[in-house]
């Protein structure tokens, strides 16, 4: 064997939660020959890269894990109701430790291209370091938020002062203090980190292009009572989760904002809004199905905002007007709208008053204000779910790019596989729920089922599996009316959508329908012998 060329079974790209957990089932169930190959120094994924002062995670702490091994569940116990970053971080390595999985990941080994060998019928994976592996199957495990999105402002590389992205913090400490900084982005991230940096920063400004809605997350340490009483109870837990539709451990009750009287849906959302966290969102089953409904909703959060935030013009820049609560990304924060409060931090508004340029000290606006900074923060977020995908330069039958496979949209079926990318296969891919649940539960789910079809190709020496192109035409268009039976398509600004990166197209990308009821439709798949896929000997 050549020492550049790496024979294998299956490669997986990403060692995040989901690709560990792929390297795992591949390796101990199926035994097979595998290899995992990470663009980062260690494991971790998005917990690896997302560094940013404040940045947690908005499921809780003892639903964010594996569930798949009892003993992983019972010897880590998470000291907050909501696990931060640093701690994430600990537990992939704890788990990756137990499992001695590191001895088959290939740190600092960034995929620059992936193709499939038609002859062979191999995948051909080319990494960084210039080693090509080359394996029968080939599964991305890439995450749905790790390709970055920085918006291309001219004068950028003239400025003098210091510039981050949220998605790739360094990994020593920044220095906030005796700093002025500029912030660009209210997305989940900028909401998490615009608190912490204005604890420690001379001066913070916030340029706010669309304002957020955010419910309070109310993160708090947890007993170590709570640990105890949890594993007794850990498959309650599980089942609770595996009914919901977003993966998490609770279900909306069977009722509606618009049909309960106002002074009982008033009581029910201040409950709600004390418990904090994503919960809010399901205090009833019909916020993200029903106009009036969300209105509702809406006007509650918008009126905690104008009750939070002292001096009245602050507060009105910050109402959310052009999208109903939900419909992007919810965020939940500790002390968001609090923080304007503050002498030292500045709103501007950049859709009224557009970021023009950089200079060398700092952002000038389109009515010729300049801010001057000594560092400026993008939280601009990802080009989501499908940029990783497309930074491999995938290259599947007869030299078919996945960026014109997808020229109008990512076409998959189940979000789990290409048409004319065999023996490929996407974990949390855009047609599957992913970001729209706990990504931990969906994460468990399609690896379970990815191992599954691995073991039937493997035991019916099937040479080729590849989603047929009607499979994946319907799945999309299943995909796409789903989505719009809710008010989901109605944020104009939003990544669900692509729309968040100039000239991507428009397709709403996760599948809105459920966690649950998306199970029931990979199972029955497999219950009709792979039906949607092409089998060959
Ligand atoms: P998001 O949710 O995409 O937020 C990005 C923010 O950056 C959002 O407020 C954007 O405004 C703003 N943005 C992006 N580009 C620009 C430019 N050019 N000028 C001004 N403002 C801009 O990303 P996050 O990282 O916050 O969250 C992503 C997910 O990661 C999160 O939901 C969690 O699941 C983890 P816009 O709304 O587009 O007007």
Known sequence: MNHDNVDLDAVVVGAGFSGLYQLYCLREKLKLRVKVLEAGGGVGGTWYWNRYPGARCDSESHTYCYYFDRLLLEEWSWSERYPGQAEILRYLNFCARKLNLEKDIHFNERVLESEWDSDARLWHVKTQTGKTFRARFLITAVGCLSSTNMPDIDGLADFEGEVYHTG??????VEFDKKTVVIIGTGSTGIQAIPEIARQAKKLYVLQRTPNYSVPARNRPLSKDFHSAFI?????????MLKSRHGHPWTAPDRQVRKTAPEKRQNIMEAAWERGGLGFRESFDDVLLNEESNKIMSDFIRQKIVDTVHNAETAKKLLPIDHPFGTKRPPIDTNYFETFNCDHVHLIDVRENPISSI?????????????RANMIVFATGFDAMTGALQKMNLKGRGGLKLEDAWYAGPRTFLGLAVPEFPNMFTITGPGSPSVLTNMPRAIEQHVDWITDILSHAIQCDYVEIEASQAAANEWTQHVTDVANKTLLPKANHSWYLGANVPGKPRVFMPYAFGLNHYRNHCD??????????LLTK
């Open 168 to 173: 790739q913090w360094p990994h020593n400490k």
């Open 232 to 240: 007794k109870e850990i498959d309650a837990w599980r089942s609770k």
């Open 359 to 371: 200079f060398t000290n700092g952002v000038t606006l389109s009515n010729n204000t300049q801010i």
């Open 524 to 533: 029955s798949v497999t219950a009709n012998g792979y039906a949607g896929f």
